[in-house]
């Protein structure tokens, strides 16, 4: 397990963030999933569109990418 740092983005800019989770490296793509869910849930199709929800470890490194909107 460990800490991974979720954050929603257009891909140019990754200030956004939207928590931390301590995971398996698994369940990783599963929360990302979830919240792209979550936040899609509350705005229509052209505003989502070309964001992500990214998660990266604890080292940096980019563990997924989430389009929002193909949770939809």
Known sequence: ?????????D???FEKPAGEYTLDAAHVA??????ARQL???FPDPVIAG????AFDA???????VP?????
Do not use: E, W
């Open 1 to 9: 397990m460990q800490k991974y740092s979720f954050g929603l983005t």
């Open 11 to 13: 891909l140019t800019s």
């Open 30 to 35: 599963r929360r990302g999933r979830q919240i």
């Open 40 to 42: 899609a849930r509350g």
């Open 51 to 54: 964001l992500c929800v990214v």
């Open 59 to 65: 080292a940096g490194n980019l563990a997924t990418v």
């Open 68 to 72: 929002l909107a193909t949770v939809h």
